[in-house]
């Protein structure tokens, strides 16, 4: 009777912690998926989807055809955990771009009243000379995203791109336009498919735009225009979306440029207890792009000011939105 006791409360304490204990995320570490492959989605985006997420990223796998261009689609239910669905596009050059043609930083829309998923990216040639967004949709959030046409957003040139969703269903594109020397925010049209209306104009050369709104504030994010290496990123708030916003501070210590990370996008996370804002980077290396880091960390975030903390592991419940960092 004991011995059976003592069985299922082992049994218990087994089961826990297979089931409960949830494995840290490691910035800089190879993250691997439900394959054992090590994600491949570089500048990405995040749909939340009918209770999963779905990270969507640049596909950079040395195995791919150097012709085209491939975006990959990963889920997970406790964003430590990732499962491939696919590569939801391993196009060919579009636009007759040239061999050396870039699709990169994919995001992707969902869009209620047409049920369609719409992926914007930066669509260029190997100068980046374009400077367009490309349009792709699909029936299916993991199908394969149809091509649908190209253009320069709002007539302005359009190099890095950025996805912010606010609380009342509405879609912005984030774009930097170099001749302008600032970034764009546009609310995209009712159907997602073009982009409609510009909100605001942020006269700070910055790319790798992020924007998220937390507590009655609009906090906004980007990096300087230095390539694949990293650069102190800077953020600013306003009340509003389409502005004023404050001067431009550093989210870490100048020195450690952002810890070697480039800012993709602030990720929300309204769980039951706690809201937490991820700050979801990319650790590039230019000479390997495939084996690119990804650096995402839990933001302090305290009525207009925002720090990224230095890495270390950590892990999320993504139920409560609590956090915790690892020993
Ligand atoms: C970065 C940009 C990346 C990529 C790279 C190419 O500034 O954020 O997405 O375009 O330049 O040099």
């Known amino acids: 009777m004991i011995k059976a006791r003592r069985a299922v409360a082992f049994g218990f304490l087994v089961a826990t912690t297979l089931f409960c204990a949830q494995p840290p995320i490691r910035p800089g570490e190879v993250w691997r998926d439900n394959r054992g492959q090590q994600i491949q989605a570089h500048g990405g985006g995040m749909l939340q989807w009918k209770g999963k997420y779905y ?72 100068r980046y000379r374009a400077a367009r967004v490309a349009v792709l949709v699909s029936d299916r959030i993991d199908g394969e995203y149809r091509y649908l046409k190209s253009f320069r957003p709002l007539d302005e040139e359009s190099r890095d791109i950025g996805q912010f969703l606010d609380d009342d269903g509405a879609a912005y594109l984030i774009f930097e336009s170099r001749p302008t020397n600032g970034f764009f925010i546009a609310q995209l049209s009712d159907d997602f498919l073009s982009v409609e209306k510009k909100v605001s ?32 990123n800077v953020y600013a708030t306003s009340p509003s979306l389409s502005g004023p916003w404050t001067t431009f501070k550093d989210i870490a210590p100048p020195e450690t440029n952002t810890y070697g990370s480039q800012s993709t996008l602030m990720l929300k996370i309204a769980g039951s207890k706690k809201t937490t804002i991820i700050y979801m980077g990319d650790i590039w290396r230019p000479k390997a792009l495939w084996d690119s880091r990804y650096l995402w960390m839990p933001l302090e975030i305290d009525n207009g000011n925002l720090r990224l903390p230095p890495p270390h592991d950590w892990t999320v419940n993504a139920k409560t939105g609590e956090v915790a960092l690892t020993q």
């Not at 930083?105 to 669509?123: D, G, I, Q, S």
């Open 201 to 232: 104009f942020v006269q700070a050369p910055l790319e790798g735009g992020a924007l998220v709104h937390y507590n009655g504030l609009y906090y906004v994010m980007g990096s300087h225009l230095t390539g694949w290496h990293p650069n102190p």
């Open 55 to 126: 990270w969507f990223g640049e596909d950079r796998s040395e195995g791919n055809n150097p012709d085209r261009r491939y975006v990959s689609c990963y889920s997970s239910k406790d964003l430590a955990h990732w499962k491939f669905r696919r590569q939801v596009i391993a196009l060919e050059d579009p636009e007759h771009l040239g061999p050396k043609w870039i699709l990169e930083r994919p995001k992707v829309f969902h869009n209620a009243r047409t049920r369609k998923f719409v992926m914007y990216a930066h669509l260029d040639d190997g």
